[in-house]
Each structure stands twice: as C-alpha cells, then as structure tokens.
C-alpha cells in the first residue's frame, strides 16, 4: 500500500498527477464537492449565528466510503483541490467527513500540473485556509438564505416555480434594461460623406469628418462638388505604436473565445478544465495578470527560437481588479516551447487561443506609421480626410491582435487602407462622392461573453460564477440566447460621378442578432417586482459591495457571520412586509384597449403557459386566449399586434381530406394535420404560411419520422427500436435505452428486446418492466 494519499478533486487531474509521483503515493479524486446544504429550511440555524448543517451528497456516498478505506492504509493524507475557495473549502469538508488528524494531514496547492509544480508543492505544505473556507461559506449560506426567502415570495405572488438570486437576478436586471433601452431608442438619420480618389491608376477612399443632419444639406454639398477641383492641402506622417494585451484572466478568455472562437461561456471554461487536469494550462479560474519569473523566461526562450531577438520585450502586468490576487497567475501554457497540443478540435484551438495571448504578451510592440491626410475643396470651406496605416514592424501582431465587441459601421470607412504616394498641392481625381444615409444605433444586445465583462466592470461576481450564473438564467427561462433574423429599412443614397448626381432609394438589413441574449416576459415582471419590493438585493453598487466583503473574509479583515448577520436582519424584513402585498396588487397584466368588435376588455399578461392576450375579463365565460409571438412582450404589444394574435389558429387548406390548421403554441408556432403536430421553419409565419408549403412540412416530417423508426411490435406497440443521433436505441414510454454494442438493431426480437430494457441500470423506469428489489 501507498504511504502517501493525494486527493484531487477529478479523476483527470488525479491520472495526470499520479504519472509524476513515485510508487509511495496514490491519487485519489473526490469527484468535486462532497458535502453541501440539504434542501429544506433546517440547513442553516439562523438563530444561532447561522450556523450551518452539511450532508453528504447521495451520490458521494460510495467515493467517501473508498477515500476512508483509502486513509486506513495511509501515513499522510495530502489535500489537494483547487487553490481558490471553492478548493478551499471542498479540502475542509473532506477533512471533516474523513475524519483527518492535523498530525497526518496537509493541504498543498498548485496552479498548474506540471511534475515541477506538483513535487514543489509536496515540498511545501500548508494547513487549511480557514479565511477562505469562510469566504466560500458566507457566500454559499447567503445566497441560499436570498434563494429559500425570494423564491416563494414569488410563487406566491406571480408563479409558481420561479426562483430568484443574489447575482443572477442582477444579470437578469442587466438584460431586461437594456432590452429595454433598445425598445426605446429612436432611430435618427443623418448622411455620410465619402469620396473615392484615383492617382496613378491607384485608387484611395476619403471621409468628411462631419454628417450632414438632412438630405437637403447632403445633397446640396454634393451639387457644389460636381464644379469643384481636390487637392492635397495637408499631409501628416507620424510614428505610432501598439501593445499586446494582457494575458487571459477567467473573464477575459470568455469574451476572447466568444469572438473568435463562438464559444459559449460554459463550453470555455469546460475546455479550459480539459487543458488544465491534462497538464498543459495553468489554472483557469484567476483574475490575476500576471506572469511569474520562470513563465516570462519560458516565453522569452520560445520566442527567441521563433521569431529572434527583436521580438522578445519583457513585459509584468497588473490586475486593476482590486480582489485580484497578483500570487496567482494567469491563464498561460505550462510549456510555451508547445504552440500545439493534442486532444479534440476544441481543446486545440482554446489552447493555441491561450498560448497565442500569452505569447504575445511578451512580445515587442508593433511599430506603425500613420499617414493623414487633408483635401481641400475648391469652392467649400469644408476637407475630407484620408487616413492609411504602415506597419513597419510588426511585433506581437506576427502572432495575435485581440478582437474586440464593437459593432462596425454599415460601410466602415478604410481607417488602414495603405495610400498611393501623395505630395502637399497634389491635384486629385474624383472617381466618384457617395452620400448615404445612416442611422444611429441603440446599445448592442449583451452576448454571453459582454455580460460577463459587464459584470466584472460592475465587480459582480467572480471568476468561478461567471459561468454558471449565465447558465442560471437561460435554465430558469429568464433568458434566451438564439439569432434572430433583422427587418428591412430603406435609406437613400446620392452621388456625384462624371459630372452628374444621381439619387436612389435602396434597402438595408437592420436589427439582425446573431447569438445574443434576450429577456423573456417572466423576466421583465419578476425583475419589476424585486426592483420594486427588493431594490437593495438587485442594486448593483449593493452586490458589488457584498463581494467586496467575501474578498475581506478571504483576506481574514471580517467575520463571516457579522458580515451574513449585518445583510440579513433587514433583507428578512423586507420578506416579511412583501408577504403582505396582495397578489392582485403585482402588475403582471396591462390592459391593451378594447375590441373593435365586441367592446371587451383586451389585456395581455401571463398565463400558466407563457404570456398571452385575453379578450374579455375573468368573469366573462366566452373569454378567448391567444399566445404572444417570440420577441412580443406584456409591457408594449399594441392594440393590432394582439388582433393579429387571434386570427390563429388559422385554416390553411386541407390535404388527404383533412384540414390543416396553423397556430402558435406553447413550444412555437406549428400546424397541425390529422392529429400529428409539425413545428413551422424559423423563417416560417403561422398567419402567413401557404397550403403548399404547409403539406411539404407535414411531408417531411413523415420521412423523417419514418428514417427514424426501425422496429416495433405487436406484443406492446409502446415499445420501439428507433435511430437517434447516437444511432439506434430503445424506447419504451417516456425513456430511451441503450443496445449493446454486440446486438443489430434490426434483427432484435420481443423477449431480448425486454431484457436489455430489464437489466438496464438506473432507468428510472416504472411499470410492468421495472425491476424488482
């Protein structure tokens, strides 16, 4: 047996390690968190200075009982989970649920699993970190206490089912406002002046510095260029320079990621995990930008091979994050010499995203020349302005240039375009001047990678909740991350070439969203009610103040529970009195108007399914429902919005004399023929779409559905062999069973069919088939 026990918290991180450690240890994992809270209101003694009561999860049960075994047979037990307080904290549970003795009992720490950093680490143990299991703790027993308390209120009070916390309803609040920020802004239009110049047969663009605010100045400016002569009148060449950024932190490698690589914020920090149990990237929750000696002498080395001498400059940066703990590191490779790693697709272009970043932090500046110049109007007060860019050395961009959230102009003006040779007094060419209208923008949807910026802007949360918060709200339905197709919009365009103005009409795309996020109705009412009866809970200066306040029990400046007491004494109140309001007096519904027909009330509000529009009042037996529309919200659908609602469900035609009826439901729009439902194409409209294209849907489904389908039979029609995204499996009422890889799915019959749904381990399974204990 092992004289030494190492406990990681993964079972990858524990096979990378036990490769580097000798005969006398083992490795062993605990699988993540042990103990935790049990649901109920027992968990925490409030009256007791919010003492906590921890359990051991149900299905750590059977890994505690190895790890004790495990013990029994060890001289010296080494504790090492994450160095953060999650980390922290899971090593002072396990500690107490085994019942280790200080004597025989170490915490040790790395932030990479390397065999240097893992024997340094052996080398130099610590004991428990008592000031960051108590960071970890307040933060857990206060948001349940938040979690527990809101979300009945809101059962009570809007619907059922709903839940509420400390940060996720304050990102919530993020995306509600700035929907609707969007829903209120006001398009204003005014005209951009762009000329288009040739020299030499070298053709180059310009800009008037300033838009005209209407049509008419644009196109009398235009008019007077037909008479006009251009020439050079200035032209400034200057030096310029630019720095690589910092390397990644946890936040900063979600948003990088979301731009170039589209990940999702979970998907990161679950690749991130990879590359790190596996040995090749420090670890990736940090907040810290900083290198140490032998990283920065690492890089230098891999660069002076690479790319000489020039390009290495030495480079120490520091967090503006005041939690940020410089000890830590940021993310970077464990061996810069590997610009590479193996593994799948995803793990390989997350590492070289890293390396890349880290690299070209050490790397020197890129060396420019920006030329400006300005032409001069003959007949106008007026210049345009052409700018061009040189690189003259190209530095860090050799390896990466950081992408960045802005959302480009409609035709971006050529800011780097390289310019022709041009001298002060030279006569210029037009090719032709182009006025086109444009229009102001409302502030951009958050992406999932923009939120997490905007949240440790605010100082919200911190790099281990960025993730799960995003994936919070969008699991709960407050949020909803997709595309949505933009609208058409006319603009007018007007130009000047070869002596004469031509004036047109054309259409644009605008409002198109790819992958963002948007607010659903629940949100909106939910985060109106807690701004009204909660405002402090959702303030954002307030959560940023209470992570400031974790950071000073982690740094041992605070006592966890006078910093829990000094929250929860009037947060508990304010429960108290929001118990009382009414359920009636929550403005979960709006009256629209009344029908143009019948005089009834119309109000749009929600409804056990979702939001929707009812005509007529409560009491009125002939009341009539209809679903809003994606995209379509309680506070502002008009009058003929909700109209249109009720032209569905829609007869659209019949097809095997059998009537085809279009209609939205509680999963989208869809149509339904003969009992069988079909879900519309997204660019599909239930009020619009035709007989034809309705039967081709209803056509495909049946091929679909027939592809699927392999086997079936006569003893239980319940049952079914069917084709999956994985290939074929079981059905048998609402759970799916696998078939063992020596079986064809085809050639199967009844009997074994029923005992592979049989033996099946944890199945869930009920009925006649169930197993018998």
Same mark, same amino acid.
């Given at each position: ?135 970890q703790q307040a933060r857990r027993i206060l948001d349940r206490l938040v979690g527990f ?23 919530? !609040? ?8 969007? &829903? ?7 005209? @951009? ?8 047969? +070298? ?31 200035? #032209? ?22 979301? @731009? ?84 799948? !697709? ?5 590492? &070289? #995203? ?121 699991? @709960?339905?407050?949020?909803? +991350? ?26 644009e795309i605008t409002g198109a969203e790819k992958q963002k996020l948007f607010p659903t ?83 749009? @509000? ?73 879900? #519309? ?93």
């Amino acid at each position: 047996m092992s004289k030494n026990l190492v406990i990681v918290e993964s079972p990858a991180k524990a096979k990378t390690i036990e490769g580097y450690l000798g005969k006398d240890f083992k490795v062993a994992s605990s699988y993540g968190h042990v103990r935790d809270l049990p649901k109920g209101d027992k968990a925490i003694d409030i009256k007791n200075r919010f003492k906590p009561t921890y359990e051991v999860t149900p299905d750590k049960k059977e890994v505690i009982k190895n790890l004790k075994n495990l013990v029994k047979d060890s001289e010296t037990v080494y504790l090492a989970s994450d160095d953060d307080r999650e980390g922290e904290a899971i090593s002072w549970h396990l500690k107490e649920v085994l019942n280790l003795k200080d004597e025989n009992t170490k915490r040790i720490v790395f932030r990479e699993i390397t065999k240097n950093a893992i024997t340094k680490a052996i080398q130099n143990p610590r004991g428990i970190d008592y000031d960051l299991v108590n960071a970890q703790q307040a933060r857990r027993i206060l948001d349940r206490l938040v979690g527990f308390e809101l979300s009945p209120i809101l059962w009570k009070k809007i619907k059922t089912g709903l839940s509420a916390g400390r940060v996720q309803s304050v990102a919530v !609040r993020l995306i509600v406002e700035r929907e609707r920020e969007i &829903e209120a802004h006001k398009a204003k239009s005014s005209f @951009r002046i762009t000329a288009q110049f040739e020299v030499e047969g +070298k053709s180059f663009q310009a800009e008037l510095p300033r838009k005209f605010p209407t049509k008419e100045e644009a196109e009398e400016f235009l008019k007077a260029c037909l008479d006009a002569e251009f020439s050079i009148v200035n #032209l400034e060449k200057k030096p310029a320079k630019k720095s690589p950024a910092p390397p990644f932190t946890t936040s900063t490698l979600q948003q990088e990621a979301s @731009r170039k690589l589209y990940f999702s914020v979970a998907q990161t920090m679950s690749v991130a995990q990879k590359l790190y149990e596996a040995g090749k990237i420090t670890y990736m929750r940090t907040d810290s930008v900083n290198l140490s000696e032998d990283a920065m002498q690492s890089a230098k080395s891999a660069i002076e091979d690479s790319y000489g001498k020039p390009y290495h400059h030495s480079r120490k940066y520091t967090s503006k994050s005041e939690g940020a703990q410089e000890a830590h590191e940021a993310i970077r490779p464990t061996d810069f010499s590997k610009s590479s790693v193996s593994g799948d !697709r995803n793990e390989q272009r997350l590492y &070289e #995203l890293i390396w890349k970043r880290a690299i070209a932090s050490q790397m020197s500046d890129a060396e420019l020349e920006k030329t400006t110049v300005n032409i001069g109007i003959s007949n106008s007060e007026l210049t345009l302005t052409a700018n061009g860019e040189i690189i003259k050395f190209d530095g860090f961009l050799k390896v990466y240039l950081e992408s960045t959230d802005e959302e480009p102009e409609e035709e971006e003006s050529t800011n780097k375009s390289l310019l022709p040779p041009l001298k002060v007094g030279q006569k210029l060419d037009l090719l032709e001047m182009k006025g086109r209208e444009s229009f102001t923008r409302s502030a951009p949807r958050y992406t999932e990678a923009s939120l997490v910026k905007k949240l440790e802007e605010l100082g919200i949360g911190r790099p281990s909740t960025y993730a799960p918060t995003i994936s919070t709200i969008q699991k @709960r339905d407050y949020v909803l +991350k997709e595309s949505r197709d933009g609208t058409p919009r006319e603009y007018q365009e007007m130009k000047i070439s070869k002596g004469k103005f031509k004036e047109e009409t054309k259409t644009e795309i605008t409002g198109a969203e790819k992958q963002k996020l948007f607010p659903t109705n629940i949100a909106m009412v939910v985060n109106d009610f807690l701004v009204e009866h909660f405002p402090n809970v959702i303030d954002f200066n307030f959560t940023a103040k209470v992570e400031k306040e974790f950071d000073d029990i982690a740094a041992g400046g605070q006592d966890w529970q006078d910093m829990i007491d000094s929250f929860y004494g009037k947060f508990h109140h304010r429960v108290e009195e929001t118990e009382q309001v009414s359920r009636q007096d929550v403005n979960t519904s709006r009256f629209i108007g009344n029908h143009p027909q019948s005089g009834k009330p119309m109000t749009a @509000r929600l409804g056990r399914f979702g939001p929707l529009v009812q005509i007529g009042d409560n009491e009125d037996e002939e009341k009539q429902y209809a679903s809003l529309k994606k995209g379509q919200f309680i506070e502002n659908i008009s009058l003929d919005d909700a109209l249109e609602l009720f032209k569905l469900p829609r007869d659209v035609g019949m097809f095997e004399d059998k009537k085809i009826v279009a209609a939205i439901g509680r999963f989208g729009p869809y149509v339904r023929h003969d009992g069988s439902f079909v879900s #519309l194409q997204k660019e599909q409209d239930p009020l619009s779409i035709t007989e034809e294209e309705a039967i081709q849907l209803i056509k495909d489904k049946r091929e679909a559905d027939a592809k699927k389908h392999i086997k079936s039979f006569d003893e239980n029609p319940e049952i079914q062999i069917l084709n999956g995204r994985w290939g074929p499996y079981i059905k048998f009422g609402k759970n799916n069973f696998k078939i063992p890889k020596d079986k064809e799915a085809e050639e199967l019959t009844y009997a074994e069919t029923i005992e592979i749904i049989e033996n099946q381990p944890d199945t869930k399974k009920k009925g006649r088939f169930s197993k018998k204990k």
